[in-house]
């Protein structure tokens, strides 16, 4: 049974299991953790991982074992917040293309009050995109930050006023 917003209250001494998942960040740990409300004044908690999740974070204290002497938890605490990092790195483009909508959009609603076309088709996203927009540009590394910033100015150069 899944209850949401219930607060039992749990006698001191009690333990929670914790399970690890794949890619687990560090505020669903956080959180799963602190469903015991009084962790460290008498509740406690232990983890529980799959084994391939349980290589995983063998893999990451051997990859920084040279730099601290992890033991269980803040190997699990340094492998959630890796976790943490890489998945915020994958959204950020996405980030960025919804940060440069909201530009668009903002400039629209500010410039365009006397034509409500012109300000309705400038909020309007593209519903068909070409592949040649999405995979045309030619492959190479770039540095993310170069990557967003190409971006918003591209969406500058749009609304007339490139930096």
């Given at each position: 049974?899944?209850?949401?917003?219930?607060?039992?209250?749990?006698?001191?001494?009690?333990?929670?299991?914790?399970?690890?998942?794949?890619?687990?960040?560090?505020?669903?740990?956080?959180?799963?953790?602190?469903?015991?409300?009084?962790?460290?004044?008498?509740?406690?908690?232990?983890?529980?991982?799959?084994?391939?999740?349980?290589?995983?974070?063998?893999?990451?204290?051997?990859?920084?074992?040279?730099?601290?002497?992890?033991?269980?938890?803040?190997?699990?605490?340094?492998?959630?917040?890796?976790?943490?990092?890489?998945?915020?790195?994958?959204?950020?483009?996405?980030?960025?293309?919804?940060?440069?909508?909201?530009?668009?959009?903002?400039?629209?609603?500010?410039?365009?009050?006397?034509?409500p076309m012109h300000r309705a088709n400038m909020c309007a996203e593209e519903e068909v995109v070409k592949l040649s927009s999405l995979y045309g540009s030619a492959a190479g590394n770039q540095l993310l930050p170069d990557i967003v910033k190409k971006r918003l100015k591209h969406v500058l150069r749009?609304?007339?006023?490139?930096?």
């Amino acid at each position: 049974v899944h209850t949401r917003g219930s607060d039992f209250r749990l006698p001191r001494g009690m333990r929670a299991a914790v399970t690890l998942g794949k890619g687990l960040q560090k505020d669903k740990l956080v959180q799963a953790c602190m469903r015991m409300r009084q962790l460290g004044n008498g509740h406690t908690v232990c983890f529980f991982a799959s084994f391939e999740v349980d290589l995983q974070i063998r893999a990451w204290r051997e990859q920084v074992a040279g730099q601290f002497d992890f033991r269980h938890l803040p190997a699990i605490v340094s492998w959630c917040l890796s976790n943490t990092v890489d998945a915020t790195c994958r959204h950020l483009p996405y980030l960025a293309a919804q940060g440069a909508s909201q530009i668009r959009k903002q400039h629209a609603f500010t410039h365009l009050a006397d034509n409500p076309m012109h300000r309705a088709n400038m909020c309007a996203e593209e519903e068909v995109v070409k592949l040649s927009s999405l995979y045309g540009s030619a492959a190479g590394n770039q540095l993310l930050p170069d990557i967003v910033k190409k971006r918003l100015k591209h969406v500058l150069r749009g609304l007339g006023s490139e930096p």
